[in-house]
């Protein structure tokens, strides 16, 4: 195996072989246009962000600045959203669902070294995959860390650090991120805490 094919199996692998270094900048300089582009040139951003991530839905919007090291082990779905200063270090794969939306500044950090310090100078590094189900929300300034899995219809709290995986319909928050409670039909009536919707059409 090549390192790209150590990297994208999750293996330890060095950052600057057999070409690595060389597709990172290639990307850097798509995200380095991406990230300077006027706010009415919406086509070439559309165009620019499609040729940057490995899969995309039919709807993807991603607020510039963005950060990521690859783009091609990116995968979003229908309906995604990132609002500014997103980071993904898409070292594994980062899979994500349909209706996936980020709020300002969240970070996906598949990338991370060993934890042993002669380990770590070795010049060895590791990608561990992330997956992110359908229609989740994650709150601003969260960290996800390598090889979480989130599930489906889950919110993440603002400032979490998610450590550990995440069941379906709950909501998360802290560091370490932690499930608070389900979300329930009850909570269909509430946009915000205890305040109902007032208009007819938010179903």
Not at 78 to 107: H, Q, R, W
Not at 143 to 170: F, L, Y
Request: charged fraction near 25%; include cysteine; glycine fraction near 10%.
């Amino acid at each position: 195996m090549n390192q790209k094919e150590r990297m994208l199996a999750g293996l330890p692998y060095k950052a600057w072989l057999d070409g690595l270094s060389e597709e990172r900048t290639a990307n850097k300089l798509k995200v380095h246009e991406y990230n300077l582009l006027r706010p009415d040139e919406t086509e070439r951003r559309d165009e620019l962000i499609r040729s940057i991530l490995g899969h995309t839905g039919k709807n993807v919007y991603i607020e510039p600045p963005f950060h990521c090291d690859y783009g091609s082990n990116i995968s979003v779905g229908e309906n995604f959203y990132a609002n500014f200063n997103c980071t993904i270090l898409d070292v594994g794969k980062v899979v994500m669902g349909e209706n996936v939306m980020f709020a300002p500044n969240v970070s996906i950090y598949t990338a991370g070294h060993p934890v042993h310090p002669d380990s770590r100078n070795s010049g060895y590094e590791y990608g561990i995959a992330i997956t992110i189900g359908n229609n989740v929300w994650i709150g601003g300034n969260a960290i996800i860390n390598p090889g979480v899995t989130i599930g489906h219809n889950v919110v993440i709290g603002a400032g979490s650090v998610v450590t550990k995986d995440i069941p379906d319909n709950v909501i998360a928050a802290g560091s370490p991120c932690r499930v608070i409670r389900e979300i329930t039909e009850e909570d269909r009536k509430y946009y915000f805490k205890d305040k109902e919707f007032d208009v007819p059409d938010y179903i």
